[in-house]
């Protein structure tokens, strides 16, 4: 049988690979990419606790499907932004877009 | 086992059927040559050419991509079948879930068109491979609101509920609109004419399968087939009954048949399409899924709702 | 058991994943590594009992988004000498740190709170009483009407904001022949001609 702990390790894993995805990728699709994994590592937390503490008004999976439509949105919009980005500064590497840095 | 016996031999015979109809349709000679009487052994010749040719992974390719893709196309449609009742006790799993799960699943064939596509280092497959994608979603859409508003009427995301639902009357009189979308846009996420812009011979050559040769084309090609079959089955189990046949004699022929049956008709009129339509060009494609199905559907929905409170 | 050893099976699977997608050169290949931790973790979400999820996790991520993902950077070519840069000094090894520190945190909470020797999984019978769906949908349409509500308004936004975003300013096009008014707004395939892994070979 699996046990909790189990699955907090697992996803506390692939949240921390995220961390490092976001902070280390300079390819903006790549970054939003590392987003989407932690978001995805959150959900496993939701889910699980949900299931271990027999939450009958299912809060973590009702939480864990709002993470996934906010996750849509925002994958929605950022996708849209590097595609601007892109048209205006010809890359989209988040160290070349220093406009707005001095 | 009978599931993959039928996903295995259902696709081929569709293809078969593929030929023939076109042969006769457009008094084409070939199809009718091979084994004699009627050119009844076109399949097996094809077979035997596709094993024949030489496998060709192109040298700029991303090799495993390039070879993963067929069977990331293929897989998803022999998944669907696990669901699909072909009788009142002929399934291989009831799901609860199981309309949702089926056109999940239908969805992730559009991740190894594009994997095909980027994989071949060949801009018309990348060209065909982005149509497909931007396609696929739009369509997507209207395919999944007309299946919601069965599903209403139904009451039950499981097919086996579905086609149980449909003892006295088929859903294709009370949603004669929600059928219309489903059969449009399912031709549409087939890629089948008037929607094979993807794949559209004459201007980008076969779009994301131009490089593809030998057994792996062969892949592609039974996955449409497999599609056809697949989307078919939807169809008929959402708006024709599945296994239920028509009132007086329906009991007298068992639902296999009636299932089958349905599917083969539905299979014919897609074949049937292939050979009348012309293409449509891209962006009036787009335009089509967003501007006319979706509302369209989304309207479906709102009615369905609201007749259904009313008769409650 | 069968819970365990599925665990075991795919627990692996997706963090090689994961942090494959991560050191990944290639663009297209990460995104494609990241699709296979996305059914790693729906399967997580199916043993879990929450089928509902399982489906929910493939048609969103695997059918919707990651295909946005790799449309784009199929859009946008895939640049190579770009990869993996660290900024900050010592960054891996002061990422591996607090990796580390992490770990032991969760360890501790997990100790304090509900101890290592916390049972396996409960059936679910109680939980989704009358199936997942219908259970979901009963807290979702009762407890969570007006976040519900809030959420498609922020999805409705979101994709006229995406629209806006996306489309190009009228002048700009030329390469298709209709009137202006008829003109589609949403950025279909754009005929740019670029990327794929390598350069066609002549």
Known sequence: MIRLPYLLFFSAVLFSAGVYGVLARRNAVLVLMSIELMLNAVNVNLVAFNAYLRDAALTGQ?????????????????????????RNRETINVDEVNLLKW | ??????????????????????????????????????????????????????????????????????????VPYIAIFAVIPFGRTLWAENLDIGIFYVLAITAISVIGILMAGWASANKFSLIGALRAAAQLIAYELPLILASVAVVMQAGTLSLVGISEAQHHYWYIFTQPVGFFIFIVASLAELTRPPFDM??????????????????????????????????SAIASVLFLGGYQGIPVIGHLIPGFFWMSGKVGALAFFIIWLRATYPRLREDQLQRFAWVALIPLALADIMVTGVVKVLVK | MADWIVFWVIAPVSIASAVAMILAKNAVHSALLLIVNFFTLAVFFLILGSPFLFVVQIIVYAGAIMVLFLFV????????????????LGQRWLALLLGAGLVVEVALAVRVGVGFGHGGLPDFTRVNRGGNVQALARVLFNSYFFPFEVTSILLIVAAIGAMLHGRRRIGDEETIDAPIDERMDEPGPEPVPAAGPAEATP
């Open chain 3, 73 to 88: 950077i199929m859009l946008l070519g895939v640049d190579e000498r770009e990869s993996l840069r660290e900024r900050i």
């Open chain 1, 62 to 86: 009702v939480f864990a499907l709002f993470v996934i439509t906010v996750a849509a949105a925002e994958v929605g919009i950022g996708l849209a932004i590097v595609i601007l980005i892109y």
């Open chain 2, 198 to 231: 993807p794949i559209a011979d004459s201007e980008i050559i076969f779009g994301a399968y131009t490089e593809y040769t030998g057994l792996k084309f062969a892949f592609f090609l039974l996955a449409e087939y497999g599609g056809i079959v697949a989307f």
């Open chain 2, 1 to 74: 086992m009978i599931v993959l016996g039928f996903f295995l031999t259902a696709p081929m015979g569709i293809g078969y059927m593929e030929h023939k109809v076109l042969a006769h349709m457009q008094h084409r000679l070939g199809p009718m040559e091979a084994g004699g009487f009627h050119g009844w052994a076109q399949l097996v010749a094809d077979g035997v050419k596709f094993i024949q040719k030489e496998d060709i992974i192109p040298k700029a390719a991303d090799s495993w991509v390039f070879t993963l893709a067929p069977a990331v196309v293929m």
